[in-house]
């Protein structure tokens, strides 16, 4: 009986945490880009030009790509 038991694989977690990432970042993501759906009702509902709707989004992506050098930095010396 002890050979059949060995035999059985157990529960892994990790693709739990697997799956679960994925869901996550394709939720986080798809949130993230799809901007371009939102451009008109947010550009009528605050009055504002495509060009301030634009600058807004690219002032958004602007701090996101430079806060993610300084992220970087102080996870490599703190860790995550």
């Given at each position: 009986?002890?050979?059949?038991?060995?035999?059985?694989?157990?529960?892994?977690?990790?693709?739990v945490?697997?799956?679960?990432?994925?869901?996550?970042?394709?939720?986080?993501?798809?949130?993230?880009?799809?901007?371009?759906?939102?451009?008109?009702?947010?550009?009528?509902?605050?009055?504002?030009?495509?060009?301030?709707?634009?600058?807004?989004?690219?002032?958004?992506?602007?701090?996101?790509?430079?806060?993610?050098?300084?992220?970087?930095?102080?996870?490599?010396?703190?860790?995550?």
């Open positions: 009986m002890p050979a059949a038991r060995s035999k059985m694989r157990k529960f892994y977690y990790g693709n945490v697997l799956l679960a990432s994925v869901i996550i970042l394709t939720i986080v993501y798809g949130a993230m880009f799809s901007f371009g759906v939102f451009f008109k009702p947010i550009s009528e509902e605050f009055g504002w030009t495509r060009a301030v709707v634009s600058g807004a989004y690219s002032l958004n992506g602007g701090l996101f790509g430079f806060l993610a050098i300084i992220a970087g930095r102080l996870i490599d010396r703190f860790g995550p």
